[in-house]
């Protein structure tokens, strides 16, 4: 799920996302190892883009990138 924080501008404040997989067409939370596949992932396609990902202690992802 992805959770954006917009001013009244329209411009992107912060992005948290929270890993989930669908099993038995319900959703889960997804596990460490999985959370640690999608960093990577943001981080490789990211990069060209100028942004990274950080893995919060609660298993989140948060979107970082420059101005």
């Known amino acids: ?5 917009i001013d009244k501008n ?6 948290k996302m929270i ?4 099993k038995k067409f319900s959703l889960h939370y997804a596990n460490s190892e999985q959370v640690k596949w999608l960093k990577s992932m943001f981080d490789r396609e990211g990069e060209k883009f100028g942004t ?12 970082n990138w420059q101005n």
């Open 52 to 63: 990274s990902v950080k893995l919060t202690e609660a298993q989140n992802l948060k979107l």
């Open 19 to 22: 890993p989930l997989e669908m």
């Open 1 to 5: 799920m992805y959770f954006p924080e």
């Open 10 to 15: 329209g411009k992107l404040l912060s992005l």
